[in-house]
């Protein structure tokens, strides 16, 4: 009886400590352009995935894991992608650290002088140039149409998605990434073990 109890204590504590069970908690903020997000029932399953910088070497999305995420994937030739970048930009520099980041992914045919002008003419300081020139990742997580932004949990796992732009940088979106890492900070010592977080 006593192994009963403390299995079912023990399996309480981790699912009240993972912040991917959080998700549903933020329905209450889904205000203003925050609508758009539709939240995943459970989280999906982590992918090994890698997109290149403007370098052309490899980046792990997994070198992102231990921290909430948010991946834009977006085009030099998508006006409403451009329109959103700088808000994405302003909320990477103002929330953006250990806890979360913004990660923007150009798919497709980006050319990198395109997107080092495109960076420089909006004043983009805060965001990485990676890119997905395949469009493999972006075919992995069924992105159809451009911009589509996904949340990710510390696991790497989706937990979020939203087609279209969004300002990123309003109060209704800071509210709920500031719960997104409030969830985490309640959980961290949970998730933090084996998260591959630097």
């Not at 908690?25 to 997000?37: E, H, I, S, T, V």
């Not at 921290?67 to 329109?83: D, E, S």
Request: with cysteine; net charge negative; hydrophobic share 50%.
């Amino acid at each position: 009886m006593r192994l009963i109890r403390s299995a079912v204590l023990y399996t309480a504590l981790a699912l009240g400590a993972n912040p991917a069970f959080a998700a549903p908690d933020l329905a209450p903020l889904l205000q203003g352009d925050m609508r758009k997000l539709v939240l995943a029932d459970a989280p999906s399953e982590a992918l090994d995935a890698v997109v290149v910088d403007a370098a052309d070497t490899e980046v792990p999305l997994a070198s992102y894991r231990g921290r909430y995420v948010l991946v834009n994937f977006w085009a030099t030739w998508c006006a409403p992608c451009r329109a959103e970048m700088p808000a994405l930009d302003r909320l990477q520099a103002e929330l953006g650290g250990e806890r979360f980041a913004v990660v923007t992914i150009a798919t497709g045919r980006n050319p990198v002088p395109a997107i080092k002008d495109f960076f420089a003419d909006e004043g983009i300081t805060s965001l990485p140039m990676l890119r997905d020139p395949r469009q493999a990742l972006a075919r992995q997580m069924a992105v159809l149409g451009l911009p589509v932004s996904v949340i990710l949990d510390p696991e790497g796992r989706e937990i979020a998605r939203m087609q279209g732009d969004a300002r990123w940088d309003g109060p209704e979106a800071k509210a709920l990434i500031a719960a997104l890492i409030a969830a985490e900070d309640q959980g961290g010592a949970a998730t933090a073990h084996g998260s591959g977080r630097p």
